[in-house]
Nanobody, 122 residues
């Protein structure tokens, strides 16, 4: 019943900016964590940034000062503003929600979106 959908990926030049968004849809009561992961070509998936429902944020050292994660609990959305993009930021970015509770009090430990491709190249 609950689904995550990402949007905002695309091609951008080094130094440019891009904003990703993810919406969790369905009859949602609450979501504990929402975050962004990425998988560069030929590499393992890594955590980019994560934010809990109270607004506490974790961001990977590689993106601190460049990326900003935010969420809207009322809309069940999470966004990732990416600035000063580098070629090494290229990859498939996926949205993850952890401990999702629906209106029937069913708990989903984790849910993933389909992913959106970000390519940073000149």
């Amino acid at each position: 019943q609950v689904q995550l959908v990402e949007s905002g990926g695309g091609l951008v030049q080094p130094g440019g900016s891009l904003r990703l968004s993810c919406e969790a849809s369905g009859r949602i009561k609450s979501i504990n964590y929402m975050g962004w992961y990425r998988q560069p070509p030929g590499k393992e998936r890594e955590l980019v940034a994560r934010i809990n429902r109270g607004g506490s944020i974790y961001a990977a050292d590689s993106v601190k000062g460049r990326f900003v994660i935010s969420r809207d609990n009322a809309k069940n959305t999470v966004s990732l503003q990416m600035n000063s993009l580098k070629p090494e930021d290229t990859g498939v970015y996926s949205c993850k929600a952890e401990r999702v509770i629906d209106t029937l009090w069913t708990t989903y430990p984790e849910l993933w979106g389909q992913g959106t491709l970000v390519t940073v190249s000149s």
